[in-house]
């Protein structure tokens, strides 16, 4: 049985490893993809996007996602950062030209990610084909975060695990909301 100590060492092998990893056109792509979802850019253009093209659904999905990323923003950056202080992956496994965004906040949750699964989470039951195109970039941002330096795997599961919560509460209080026939 494992101990606190093996998933510790497991989960800095983990980041070791996938800092050093990845062919060069990968080291050219992350930057894209971490500016895209810095401030949540991406997300906030992606909701604009789909309430202004897909008439009722696309607007219902937009505000879902915009509320449960919200949510899961305030959950991973305003509670969970504030309770667990842990340091970042160690300068030396990072690229240089990586270390200068390096923010300097709690590494353990993502907040990015946490808002990434968040508003796919919620915007897949509202329109599971857009939700599948925002999950495939969810999935991107996580590893990205991992990838750059910026976060160990276990910061990016519970990142995810965060956003994926506060999709199902927005779910759940939408639902609570909607009007019942007797």
């Known amino acids: 049985m494992g101990t606190k100590a093996d998933l510790h060492d497991g989960d800095r092998l983990l980041a070791r490893r996938a800092i050093g990893w990845g062919p060069p056109w990968l080291r050219r792509v992350a930057p894209a993809v971490e500016e895209a979802a810095e401030h949540t850019k991406l997300w906030l253009a992606t909701a604009a996007a789909m309430a202004a093209l897909g008439g009722w659904r696309g607007r219902t999905a937009a505000a879902a996602g915009v509320a449960a990323m919200a949510m899961a923003q305030v959950l991973s950056n305003g509670v969970a950062k504030q309770m667990c202080h842990r340091r970042r992956p160690p300068r030396e496994w ?6 200068q965004d390096r923010p300097d906040s709690s590494s353990f949750p993502s907040g990015h990610t946490a808002a990434a699964f968040a508003f796919a989470g919620a ?41 994926l919560a506060a999709a199902a509460l927005i779910r759940g209080a939408t639902d609570l909301l909607r009007p019942r026939a007797f």
């Open 94 to 99: 990072v690229p240089p030209e990586e270390l």
């Open 123 to 163: 915007v897949t039951p509202v329109w599971p084909a857009a939700g599948t195109a925002c999950g495939v970039s969810a999935v991107l941002v996580a590893a990205e975060r991992v990838h750059s330096g910026a976060h160990f795997p276990s910061d990016v599961a519970a990142g995810g695990v965060i956003g």
